[in-house]
């Protein structure tokens, strides 16, 4: 996850695009990895990137 997200985070930085729509399953804080929080801090805090939340597959599905 981490490593798809950095180069297509590099490629936005330097062709401003593509846009990136990063979602979590929504669970309790205390259920998620280290790996999954850290990720989630450096999206919200040095990269400053929006990210949002779903509670099932079934909402996302088109």
């Known amino acids: ?5 950095e180069a297509v985070y590099e490629r936005l930085k ?3 695009k593509p846009d990136i729509y990063t979602y979590f399953y929504e ?3 205390s259920e998620r990895s280290n790996s999954v929080r ?3 801090a450096r999206l919200g805090g040095e990269i400053a ?3 949002s939340f779903f509670q099932s597959y079934r909402h996302n599905q088109a």
């Open 1 to 5: 996850m981490r490593l798809g997200f």
């Open 14 to 16: 330097k062709d401003g």
């Open 49 to 51: 990137h929006y990210y």
């Open 38 to 40: 850290s990720f989630m």
């Open 27 to 29: 669970v309790d804080d």
